[in-house]
């Protein structure tokens, strides 16, 4: 039976692979609705025409213009005359996406925004019982409890690849016969380098990540290693494991995307190229697999995959978010929330790469506060607001010493 499906941040890394798996997958999913922030409205008014939605969002108010315009003249270019194709409904402003969310039912949200911005979307697209596809790990993380209180069994469906992968592990055995969950890291552009060989890296060196191409963020994260750190937050909340029987193996090669250690010793590893379509074509379809979603290994040619153990010194984010997760509470939406300050200081060339997790430990180190459980959203907002003036005001220390 075909599928529904809205498709958040659907200009981005994930949004252009989902609509590459849903364009060849015709029969199994249709698109109705599509959000994005806006920085590209011609994209986006050429997935809105060939998808044939019924409505976009764009998070970009002043937006709205451009894309009705690049929607005609995306139709005019592809041959249609007026009448032959309907103009999506246009819904501007950075709510508007909770607007789209709440108007275009559907039977898979998948949530590819960037950031914990997202997470107002995570829970509104819970509300309407629709499947959440979460490929924005942050909206997770920031909201805790509140997303997994909401979530009825199945609704949530991960599209990270590690997690997709410990999802597939974990169909082998019972829950109370898992032992650990291993979580599987490229180590990024600078595995093996020490502390001090990261003092001067540049937001350039940072983004040439060595096995997957993604979003500015996720790829800065993967260089400070802080994506991991959110990885084992969000794998703890996805499937209920404390956080100390979560592992972490650095592994190069990016081929095993992650692994589960059963009570008798026998450990499930998920392996496959690194090609995001197959964890975003298996959330979409879950818990059926897409056909051909994505090339398998092959094993006709030599082949080595190695793993070796992380070194917390020159990158202790993934000791901080330990820490964070299981301190609980919004201690992770601290983490996060001074992580996004710290990411785009240092984009900006404002701060060294080192600054990027010293001021996460820093702002952690001051938010006792921040310790007992959300109530609801504006709690977390609350959390977020005040990890992020406190990272401003670091960063700026760091700032004023480095003299830039
Ligand atoms: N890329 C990967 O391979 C990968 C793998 C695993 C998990 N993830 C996770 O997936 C999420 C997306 O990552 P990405 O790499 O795809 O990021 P990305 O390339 O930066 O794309 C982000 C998307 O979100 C949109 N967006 C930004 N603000 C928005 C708003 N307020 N409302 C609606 N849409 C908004 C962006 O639109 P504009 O460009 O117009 O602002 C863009 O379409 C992140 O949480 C990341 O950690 C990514």
Known sequence: MQRTVLLLGSTGSI???????????????????????????????EQAIEFGVRAVSVAKATSAEDLQL??????????????????????AGPESVLELI??????????????????????AALRTGATLALANKESLI???????????PGQLVPVDSEHSAMAQCLRSGRADEV????????????RGRTREQLTEVTPEQAMAHPTWNMGQVITINSATLVNKGLELI????????????????????????????????????QASPPDMRLPIALALGWPDRIPDA???????????????????????????ARAAGECGGCHPAVYNAANEEGVAAFVD?????????????????????????????????????????????????????SGV
């Open 142 to 152: 920031a909201g805790g409890s509140l997303v997994t209180g909401l979530a009825k």
């Open 70 to 91: 690049a929607c005609y003249a995306v139709a005019q270019q592809r041959g249609y005359n007026r009448g032959e194709f309907a103009v999506p409904r246009i819904l």
């Open 234 to 269: 969000e794998a703890h909340l996805l499937f209920d494991v404390p956080i100390k029987d979560i592992d972490v193996t650095v592994h190069p090669q990016s081929i095993i995307h992650s692994m589960v250690t059963f009570t008798d010793g026998s450990t499930i590893a």
């Open 179 to 190: 032992a650990k969950l291993v979580l599987t890291a490229s180590g990024g552009p600078f």
């Open 294 to 320: 994505s090339q398998p290994c092959r094993w006709d040619t030599a082949a080595s995959w190695t793993f070796e153990p992380l070194d917390e010194v020159a990158f202790p984010a993934i000791r901080l």
């Open 349 to 401: 060339g404002r701060v060294p790469f080192l600054a990027i997790v010293d001021t996460i430990e820093q702002v952690l180190n001051r938010a006792d506060h921040w310790r007992s459980a959300p109530q609801d959203l504006n709690e977390v907002l609350a959390a977020e607001a005040w990890a992020r003036a406190t990272a401003r005001e670091l960063l700026g220390v760091a700032i004023d010493a």
């Open 15 to 45: 949004g252009t692979q989902a609509l590459d798996v849903i364009r060849r997958n015709p029969d199994l999913f249709r698109v109705v609705g599509l959000a994005a922030g806006g920085a590209d409205p011609r994209l986006l008014a």
């Open 102 to 123: 709440e108007t275009v039912p559907a039977d898979i949200v998948l949530n590819g925004i960037t950031g914990s911005r997202g997470l107002a979307s995570t829970l």
